[in-house]
């Protein structure tokens, strides 16, 4: 099992920015991939921004240049570091971890989600 813990949710204006982060642990295998995705109101979850399994992101083009995913290995934790923001951005962002084993996902896990409104 893994568990996934977001934080840094909240309310803000257009043009601020917020830094969400995701702290993994648990039975988290070498080969993973992480990351971001959101769920707005009335839509289907929406990638934002990840990590491959090879290590290189992964950009909604909605986001390019605003948003920024960064990762440190050591306290296996993501960051989403969203810049520019707009009220399209509003809605629950979820963190989401993938182990891979033999080239293909063996488990899946994803955060209780974290809440994101931006008002304009």
């Known amino acids: 099992q893994v568990q996934l813990v977001e934080s840094g949710g909240g309310l803000v204006q257009a043009g601020e920015s917020l830094t969400l982060s995701c702290a993994a642990s648990?039975?988290?295998?070498?080969?993973?991939?992480m990351g971001w995705y959101r769920q707005a109101p009335g839509k289907q979850r929406d990638l934002v921004a990840t990590?491959?399994?090879?290590?290189?992101?992964n950009y909604a083009d909605s986001v390019k240049g605003r948003f920024t995913i960064s990762r440190n290995n050591a306290k296996n934790t993501v960051y989403l570091q969203m810049n520019s923001l707009k009220p399209d951005d509003t809605g629950v962002y979820y963190c989401?971890?993938?182990?891979?084993?033999?080239?293909?996902?063996?488990?899946?896990?994803w955060g209780q989600g974290t809440q994101v409104t931006v008002s304009s």
């Open positions: 648990g039975n988290i295998f070498s080969v993973n991939a």
């Open positions: 989401n971890l993938q182990n891979w084993r033999l080239g293909r996902i063996d488990d899946e896990y």
């Open positions: 990590f491959t399994v090879g290590g290189y992101t």
